[in-house]
């Protein structure tokens, strides 16, 4: 494995390595510092000024899915290895799992299979046995969303069973392990009725506590662990989100090929006028970058949607309130709205991250 140094100055905290591949994980900027706000509650902000340009913040996945059609013959599809994640090209030998539980779950070699056994060894019953039923009966989208649950109850148990090293810990205050995942904003009352139920089925029918899926946890607990993640988990798209002013032509941020969770990153408040942009590097590590000169004492907000993608007022309320469950009160939506209408800011939901 090649090393990625992304220390680059003193001037940067670092959270964790990874020691299996030498690969220094996850650090946050010194001048970037945690911060909670009455309404907004958990945030990110500047501690002193932080020119644009400046990485900010690089984290790894508490837990990571591709998200790929014809997986057996694309380019985007990750290597299985949470600590390796590359990306395996289709004309470059792959490793299968040997007991054959989707075609989703590849390795880049066996060195990276055997170093994931304990991982793998956990979803692989779980994949085995509802994959193709939850694909057929509830779509793409609900079986990412689940295993994805699958994997972060995967990273839980390792954490909890095998892994007793510093990478579990907290580190100048952040969080980055399943107390970080529990600190994580989301609740089933800023969800539908109707979305609910549906959730509580999924529970039910696939994610509960069982032989096939030991975590322990009480449907309860899952349930709870879904609105978390549906509120926090990103995709991966090969280029960056939230430039601002757009780039003229419109270039939109691609095809996604990944979604994760990331217990530092997920800190991030949106706002449809970032001054960060965000990018995963080539193992599905979220990076941060001011994108504006950011005073001390400013929040830094990231975009979470692509802004050349939605581009009104009404439209990029629309998918907020759809998607994220909250009102954006950020500058360029309060200076886009009528004023008529901000009088009535009072009586609608406020933003919940
Ligand atoms: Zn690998
Ligand atoms: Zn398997
Ligand atoms: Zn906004």
Redesign the pocket.
């Known amino acids: 494995m090649i090393q990625t140094a992304y220390i680059r100055s003193q001037a940067s905290i670092l959270i964790a390595s990874d020691e299996t591949v030498g690969r220094t994980s996850r650090w946050v900027h010194s001048h970037l510092i945690q911060a909670l706000d009455p309404i907004k509650g958990r945030q990110l902000r500047a501690f002193k000024d932080i020119p644009a340009g400046t990485r900010m913040l690089v984290d790894r996945p508490y837990a990571i899915i591709p998200v790929v059609d014809n997986p057996a013959t694309n380019d985007d599809l990750l290597?299985?290895?949470r600590a390796?994640?590359?990306a395996l090209r289709s004309n470059v030998s792959r490793v299968s799992c040997p007991h054959g539980c989707v075609a989703d779950v590849a390795?880049?070699?066996s060195t990276?299979r055997d170093a994931d056994k304990a991982y793998h060894s956990f979803e692989c019953n779980w994949l085995k046995r509802y994959a193709n039923s939850i694909r057929k009966k509830w779509g793409e989208y609900v079986f990412g969303m689940s295993w994805l649950i699958v994997r972060m109850l995967a990273s839980r148990h390792i954490e909890r069973t095998i892994q007793h090293d510093t990478d579990t810990s907290s580190t100048h205050g952040w969080r980055h392990d399943w107390c970080g995942i529990e600190l994580l904003c989301g609740s089933v009352d800023t969800w539908s009725h109707e979305q609910v139920r549906s959730w509580t089925l999924l529970v039910k029918k696939y994610l509960q506590n069982s032989a096939v899926l030991p975590h322990g946890l009480t449907a309860q607990q899952v349930l709870h662990l879904i609105c978390q993640e549906e509120a926090n988990s990103f995709g991966l798209y090969p280029r960056e989100t939230g430039i601002y002013p757009c780039p003229q032509p419109h270039i939109n941020r691609g095809e996604q090929f990944a979604a994760a969770v990331y217990p530092l990153a997920a800190m991030a408040n949106h706002s449809c006028i970032p001054n960060m942009i965000h990018k995963p590097d080539e193992y599905g590590h979220m990076v941060f970058t001011a994108s504006k000169d950011i005073l001390a004492g400013q929040e830094c907000c990231i975009s979470y949607f692509d802004l050349t993608e939605y581009t009104d007022l009404t439209s990029r309320r629309e998918h907020l309130r759809k998607s994220f469950r909250f009102t954006c009160q950020c500058d360029r939506c309060v200076s886009e709205t009528p004023a008529h209408e901000l009088n009535d800011w009072s009586v609608m939901p406020s933003m919940d991250i």
Do not use: A, V
Request: proline share 0%; net charge neutral.
């Open positions: 290597c299985s290895n390796c994640n590359c390795w880049c070699s990276c």
